[in-house]
């Protein structure tokens, strides 16, 4: 059972934005063109390299968090058994359990945390050689279809396929780049501003 654990979507490859696409404008005859970064970075082979990849770690972390999440399951259960023995009028008396209750989702929220961070810092070091790949191959589209303008295509109600310079992209990254290293990055277990914030002496 998996718990606070964020699944990698690579619809977040998003966060790392560049250009977008491109059409022609009969009147102006200014080439515009679209583009969509995440479906040219997801539909990659890189990108679906560094996919496979976060998600084999996702499991590895969660197997390495299982001694931990075990015990914190069946305190759960039990408070759980416990609290629904209770009338309304008795829990709110019983301050103990909630204060148990407090204390298992933190230590929850803690494993969950230094899970994310952990994904996300192995993500942006993975994607650093595919973003580059990106640009290069976007500027390679760009200077191969004399275009003028390049929209996102997020942002782009409608297109017609011709002016969709996505798959160009793909193709150019696919050639420049298939695989690229995906080694986990470690970070302490509790972030350093919520470290900076705990009382002196904790």
Known sequence: MKILITS???ALLGAFSTAPALA???????????????????????GLYVA?????????????FEPELAPLRT???????????LSPET????????????????KLAILGDWKQRQMEAT??????????AYEAAVNAVIKEGNIQILL????????????????????KIDAALTTTPV????????APQQQQGQAPGR
């Open 52 to 64: 496979d990849q976060l998600n084999a770690l996702d499991k590895e972390i969660d197997t390495e």
């Open 123 to 132: 993500r942006q070091q993975a994607l650093t050689p595919a973003l580059k």
């Open 75 to 85: 305190q759960a259960q039990q408070l759980n058994a416990e609290i629904s023995a």
């Open 24 to 46: 022609q404008t009969p009147t102006s005859g200014t080439k515009v063109a679209v583009i969509s970064q995440e479906l040219s970075l997801a539909k990659s082979k890189v």
């Open 8 to 10: 990698i979507s690579f």
């Open 183 to 190: 080694n986990r990055v470690r970070v302490p277990r509790v």
């Open 152 to 171: 996102p295509g997020e942002a782009t109600l409608f297109r017609t396929s011709t002016v969709d310079v996505t798959e160009a992209v793909v193709s």
């Open 91 to 106: 829990l709110r008396t019983r301050t103990d359990l909630q204060r148990r209750g407090q204390e298992i989702r933190q």
